[in-house]
């Protein structure tokens, strides 16, 4: 069964200091999402992975993949109270028929 | 394009009625996918929907059904309704194969009170 746990769940950050949040799943998976969701609105997608060694950057974000040890990582950096949000990172496989299995979310709170 | 649409945007529902979501899929996808995500929760997969046929279901009782139109549209059936059905019903549009990304919708926040 493929499984997904995040770390922290909450996380509360100081604006421009760096942080990184952990995702780790249980079997190999075909590819690794990260999206953003506000309070009370849907899924924004951030990033998606494929690749052992894939790495994506956009503006503060920076998200990574290492599929050996089945961990991605979210950096961010210079933290700006924009960012403020629920942070969830998903994995698919195409025998699971691409169905998306998200971890629990981090809610990251900057403050200024 | 209009991307992927929800309808309604809210509803408030008693326990034990009915209730029917609707989902407008991106243009050009044909593969519509449902997720629970109760409050504080990361989205729960429902079922998916493809060539009209139902695909694959997640750990979902059976009040929970849906149904694909030929314009790939989909509508997201609950009957029964308990308490704890309230949560946000998000719709997700894709096309099948390795290299395609699921698009949400806004997703429709039911309230059962």
């Known amino acids: 069964e493929l499984k997904v746990e995040q770390n922290p769940l909450f996380l509360s950050m100081q604006e421009g200091k760096n942080y990184t949040i952990y995702c780790n799943y249980s079997t190999t998976s075909d590819r690794l999402y990260w999206y953003r969701q506000d309070p009370g609105k849907s899924l924004e997608s951030l990033f998606v992975?494929?690749?052992?060694?894939a790495v994506k950057q956009e503006g503060r974000l920076m998200a990574s993949l290492d599929t050996k040890a089945r961990l991605s990582t979210l950096h961010i950096t210079a933290a700006v109270h924009d960012l403020s949000a629920t942070y969830f990172c998903a994995v698919d496989k195409r025998e699971y028929g691409n169905k998306l299995v998200f971890g629990a979310g981090t809610i990251l709170r900057v403050k200024s | 394009d209009a991307g992927v649409t929800q309808s309604p945007t809210h509803l408030i529902k008693t326990r034990g009625q009915q209730v029917t979501l609707r989902c407008s899929p991106k243009s050009g996808h044909d593969t519509v996918s449902w997720y629970q995500q109760a409050l504080g929760q990361g989205p729960q997969f429902i079922f998916q929907y493809y060539e009209e046929e139902e695909r694959q279901r997640g750990n979902f009782p059976d009040r929970f059904s849906g149904h694909q139109f030929p314009n790939y549209s989909s509508e997201l059936n609950v009957n029964a309704l308990l308490l704890g059905d309230s949560a946000l019903y998000l719709c997700a549009s894709s096309t099948p194969g390795v290299n395609t990304e699921a698009f949400f919708g806004q997703g429709t926040r039911l309230t059962v009170v």
């Open positions: 992975l494929l690749s052992n060694g």
